[in-house]
């Protein structure tokens, strides 16, 4: 069985401070997704990222993908109260329905 | 405007008592699944279908049933529930391939007594 290792589990921080969540597997995967939810909604995409060694940018936030394609890291520069929520990463691998989610990181920003 | 529609959005029930959650896309996409999402567990892959007649069990599929006789629908069939399957569900669907983008529903909160 395939798993996403997420980290850390919980995250409170003050606004203005930069944060970075892992996201690690012993099984390489086709791609890697980082989705966020808010409470009483679905998760929602934010990226894919498909190659080794990719890096996307999105406003504050930074995603890379591992060069050997079994880890990702979401970095946000100047964490903002509006950055609060559940943060998901999410695996393919081969051609499969399976869409397998990490534990999720629950980020706080506090004013 | 493209969604998917999970119904009811919560549900109280007892122990034993069959129930069906809907689960409805207007995307015409491919794959459907069907996750619960548990507090420090994340979301676990219940059942997933890559299209019509065509399903397979995910990483919980034990309680659990579906069925895909139509693209757009993917219902969850709990035929006797246990209060170790009340979580939040959700439903979620995407288009083919391997790096595609899943939409998910709103959810529904099921309580099992």
């Known amino acids: 069985t395939q798993l996403l290792e997420q980290s850390p589990q919980f995250l409170s921080i003050q606004e203005g401070e930069n944060l970075t969540v892992y996201c690690n597997s012993s099984s390489v995967f086709s791609s890697l997704q980082w989705y966020r939810q808010e409470p009483g909604e679905g998760p929602v995409l934010l990226v894919t990222v498909v190659t080794g060694g990719e890096v996307k940018k999105l406003k504050r936030l930074t995603f890379q993908f591992g060069d050997a394609r079994k880890d990702s890291s979401l970095h946000i520069t100047a964490a903002q109260p509006g950055d609060t929520g559940l943060y998901l990463c999410?695996?393919?691998?081969?051609?499969?329905?399976?869409?397998?989610f990490g534990q999720g990181t629950t980020l706080q920003v506090k004013p | 405007e493209a969604q998917v529609t999970q119904n009811p959005r919560y549900l109280i029930t007892v122990t034993g008592k069959k129930l069906t959650v809907t689960c409805s896309q207007n995307?015409?996409?491919?794959?459907m699944s069907w996750y619960r999402q548990d507090p420090g567990l994340g979301l676990r892959q219940i059942y997933y279908?890559?299209?019509?007649?065509?399903?397979d069990k995910g990483d919980v599929p034990e309680g659990y049933k579906v069925s895909r006789k139509e693209k757009r629908n993917f219902p969850l069939i709990l035929e006797s529930p246990s209060p170790n399957q009340t979580s939040l569900y959700f439903c979620?669907?995407?288009?083919?391939?391997?790096?595609?983008?899943?939409?998910f529903g709103q959810g529904t909160r099921l309580t099992v007594v």
């Open positions: 279908s890559m299209n019509v007649e065509v399903t």
């Open positions: 995307m015409n996409h491919e794959y």
């Open positions: 999410a695996g393919t691998s081969g051609n499969t329905g399976k869409l397998i």
């Open positions: 979620a669907s995407r288009t083919g391939g391997q790096n595609t983008e899943a939409f």
